[in-house]
């Protein structure tokens, strides 16, 4: 026993491979808890420690020998822990060949039901069914190493020599349709001569392969639904078993449903075995009509083109199945596409002797009500039957955005400790942060031991909180970078509370103040690292009895009377008043509403702290208290619009601001910034701003001012049009926050709805829809932006068709098509460049955004003429952007002539 404990322990594997054959079971057993000891021992060590590595090999080997259950064994030889550094395989099956047949089957087969990410060792599994005689185990794990391991070419020679080679062929193959997940083995099983799809069918041909059975799995395996690019796989394994006419006509509803519900390749290829059948007179119009009810309401617009041409043939070779057919190709009229649309319609027209049918007539105009507006016209005459008139258009718009007053600040230590946790966790959004830092700030005034003690848990899974960081105590106040989100603002907060801050590192923070960072976002970040610096600092040396900033509303808004309640409670606590704490609070304090500002501030204009002279110098304001200040503040008024400038670099559009005198006087340093201008060529393309959390807690920096915040949020959303970034998802915020909604704002809207990714798009369509429920939406500054940013190739048509389309899918059809008809004047104008590629461009996906504007118009009863409209239509030929182009013309004059 001592041997084999020294010589695992030396980690000599070839060693304790000859040990453990030379002992008796109960010696083994005798061994095993030391074995299990010094797993345990291991645990504690690193994966990568050079003595875990060294040891961990003859430990795995020695404790499969020496379990003599097979239960036991298995669970040892599949331990996630010793898994990594595994003894190998030809040694496991040597140290245990003087097992029974029976107990090597029971270890392969649990083994094999272990899951693929166990990753235990197919050769071992492989091993032990070979030694062991019994029945291949085809479960997932099996199957996959078997693949890998012919994949991996480590017996030699192709695919197809090594597949010739397996003894269990049958099974495995099956196994292989049955795998839970494809993807595991996707990747290993490749194309062309020397693929698994091609060496299937060979080993079928040459009958080392049951024929009929590939077949049924590959079907069978298509029909529950392949997941994912399965069909990868799939599909050319059953293409390649070459099936003959006799046995796709067997097959006709595999092939029905496969066409209705199938991945698109698979549909197609459906498509086309009913399409020959069909056409050779072997598929009945019952079901045909079964095939082409699922193909026509599929997405995929070549499909449903190509199920038309197939109908087209087939009614023209028998006239007499147009009563069957024709209500199925109506069922194409309310397809989303106006040429598939006028593709059915056209069909229809060549039979119209078969329309004397009532029945038949009736549904087709039933179905014709779908059809656009000049479609459904032709449908009327057609058919014989009066146009139905329009009904009187709606616009939806949603509700305007309501803001929601915060809930006051966590009542108990527990409370607050609790909303920390999850803070740092998730992040939360504005309103649950603001709440969090009162809450933090009250509680340290009036207990702060309590405080500590219910956050004890939440601190342990810190990791500054961590007992063994090296030569570091102390955490370092890093005013360089400041804080890239809320999490890194509240673990400072958290550490200073918990003197894992020197309070001299803090006090020189807030002297210094955060660095000069150049980027646009540098003036926003600054204000909102000063606040977290001084309230750290503050924690330490002289608690605040609550916080002046925090908001009233969701918004980050701040009601005047509130903020006139705080600093009375602040005068009767005779508390000093935190200077970023309190210019916060004056730019989120509301002053749109004159009698609520006048009220306030002649409340204000009699308070005074004992601290209020003080205060007034360093904000810069003689002699002035903070009261006073705040009287003053709230008489000037709400602020009158930014005096911006538009600068084009590139194919992007950006917005130029001038100084703001009033958010540089009388305010902190650090808020100065605030009031610079903002110019393309004094800011920094890159910074590390990179997470999208903070952006949000900027915008309540300057709640009532969102224009001087999205001129500086404005080349990050250009990003995500032009360099595919993300980004957008402040826009909501954006747009339900107060102030003018000027050239940033509807800028920043713009790009976003030609953002790349679907979520910022979607997130650009909530804000243009806020906007416009609240009456802040200037359509005409909105579509000229967006005319010159796909003309420019800045935003792409295709995007912005899809954004277009989303929006006006809730209703907002008027709303779209006033902002498009100012977009597309321009990339029109360009379809007739001198040049034929600039006009390629143009015109590419301009089609798309032709069609939505179409639909607009159609739905809304727009009338009118878009510049070079008529031009584009007249251009000739049967292209996207020629037939919608036509449609649209068309659709305004239908509707001026009604």
Not at 715 to 739: F, I, K, Y
Not at 880 to 898: C, I, N, Y
């Amino acid at each position: 026993m001592s041997a084999l404990l020294e010589a695992v322990r030396a980690g000599r594997t070839a060693q304790t491979l000859c040990v453990v054959r030379g002992m008796t079971d109960a010696e083994r057993r005798a061994c095993l808890p030391g074995l299990k000891a010094l797993r345990k021992e291991l645990r504690e060590l690193s994966p990568w420690d050079s003595r875990s590595q060294r040891v961990r090999p003859a430990l795995h080997l020695a404790g499969a020998a020496c379990h003599t259950g097979a239960a036991a064994a298995a669970a040892w030889l599949g331990a996630g822990d010793l898994r990594r550094q595994h003894a190998p395989a030809d040694a496991l099956l040597r140290a245990l060949e003087t097992r029974a047949a029976g107990w090597l089957a029971d270890v392969a087969h649990r083994l094999a039901q272990r899951p693929v990410s166990a990753d235990v060792p197919y050769e071992l599994m492989a091993g032990l069914v070979s030694r062991s005689g019994c029945e291949v185990p085809a479960t997932d794990a099996y199957v996959t190493g078997w693949v890998r391991h012919i994949g991996g070419g480590w017996s030699g020679g192709k695919v197809l020599d090594r597949l010739r080679r397996e003894p269990n062929l049958a099974p495995l193959v099956a196994g292989l349709f049955t795998l839970t997940d494809l993807a595991e083995v996707r990747r290993l099983l490749g194309d062309g001569p020397d693929s698994w799809p091609s060496a299937l069918a060979t080993l079928a041909r040459e009958g080392l392969l049951d024929r009929a059975l590939l077949v049924d799995a590959c079907v069978a395996r298509l029909l529950r639904g392949a997941g994912g690019t399965d069909h990868r796989i799939l599909l050319p394994v059953l293409t390649g078993l070459g099936l003959t006419r006799e046995e796709e006509r067997a097959r006709i509803p595999d092939w029905t449903a496969l066409a209705r519900d199938a991945a698109s390749p698979v549909a197609t290829h459906a498509q086309t075995v009913l399409g020959a059948l069909a056409l050779d007179g072997e598929l009945t119009v019952r079901q045909l009509t079964e095939a082409s009810e699922g193909l026509l309401f599929r997405g995929e617009k070549k499909l449903v083109r190509a199920q038309l041409v197939l109908l087209g043939k087939v009614l023209a070779r028998d006239p007499g199945a147009a009563a069957e057919l024709l209500p199925v190709v109506a069922q194409v009229f309310g397809h989303e596409d106006t040429q598939v649309q006028e593709r059915a319609l056209r069909l229809v027209e060549r039979h119209p002797a078969k329309l004397g049918d009532p029945v038949l007539r009736d549904g087709l105009s039933a179905a014709a009500l779908q059809l656009t507006p000049a479609l459904r016209t032709r449908a009327a005459v057609l058919l014989d039957v009066a146009v139905e008139s329009r009904a009187a258009y709606e616009e939806v718009l949603p509700p305007v955005p309501e803001p929601v007053r915060l809930a006051s600040a966590p009542a108990t230590a527990e409370e607050l400790a609790e909303e920390l946790g999850a803070l740092l966790a998730t992040g939360g959004d504005v309103a649950t942060f603001e709440r969090a830092l009162d809450g933090l700030a009250r509680h340290v005034y009036r207990d702060p031991d309590a405080l500590r003690e219910a956050l004890a848990p939440v601190v342990a899974q810190r990791w500054w909180a961590a007992a063994n960081r090296p030569g570091r105590d102390h955490l370092a106040v890093d005013t360089r970078y400041g804080h890239c989100n809320a999490q890194e603002g509240l673990d400072l907060l958290l550490a200073a509370l918990h003197d894992r801050v020197r309070t001299a590192d803090l006090l020189d923070a807030v002297r210094r103040g955060p660095s000069e960072r150049g980027c646009a976002h540098s003036a926003l970040a600054r204000v909102f690292d000063a606040r977290l610096h001084a309230l750290a600092y503050r924690l330490r040396a002289e608690p605040l009895p609550l916080l002046l900033a925090t908001p009233t509303w969701s918004t980050g808004l701040l009601e005047p009377g509130d903020l006139v309640d705080r600093l009375a409670e602040y005068r009767r606590l005779d508390a000093r008043v935190c200077p970023t704490d309190f210019g916060q609070a004056l730019l989120r304090v509301r002053r749109d509403d004159g009698a609520a500002a006048r009220e306030a501030a002649a409340r204000a204009k009699a308070l005074g702290t004992r601290e209020g002279a003080r205060l007034a110098r360093r904000l810069g304001a003689g002699t002035e208290s903070s009261g006073a200040r705040l009287a003053r503040w709230l008489r000037t008024g709400a602020t009158a619009p930014v005096a911006a400038g538009r600068r084009t670099t590139g194919p992007r559009i950006l917005v130029e601001t001038a100084e703001v005198p009033e958010l540089q006087q009388g305010f902190p340093q650090e808020f100065h910034g605030l009031g610079r201008p903002v110019s393309v060529f004094t800011v920094r393309r890159h910074c590390h701003h990179w997470d999208d959390s903070i952006r949000p807690h900027w915008l309540a920096v300057l709640p009532e001012r969102r224009e001087l915040v999205a001129a500086r949020l404005l080349p990050d959303l250009a990003d995500t049009a032009v360099e595919d970034g993300r980004g957008a998802s402040v826009l909501p915020l954006l747009a339900e926050a107060g102030g003018e909604a000027g050239d940033a704002v509807h800028l920043c809207v713009a790009y976003g709805l030609g953002a790349r990714h679907q979520e910022d798009r979607l997130a650009a369509v909530d804000a243009l829809l806020a906007l416009a429920a609240r009456g802040q939406l200037d359509a005409v500054r909105l579509g000229t932006d967006l005319g010159e940013l796909v003309a420019s190739g800045a935003v792409k048509a295709r995007r912005l068709a899809d954004s277009a389309r989303t929006a006006a899918s809730t209703g907002a059809d008027a709303t779209i098509w006033e902002t498009l008809r100012h977009a597309l004047p321009v990339p029109l104008a360009g379809l007739t460049a001198a040049r034929p590629e600039a006009a390629a461009v143009a015109a590419r996906g301009l089609g798309d955004l032709l069609e939505v504007a179409a639909e607009c118009a159609e739905r809304s009863g727009a009338r009118g003429e878009v510049p070079h409209l008529a031009e584009t239509a007249a251009r000739g030929g049967s292209s996207r952007l020629v037939t919608q182009a036509g449609r649209l013309r068309d659709a305004l004059a239908l509707e001026s002539a009604a």
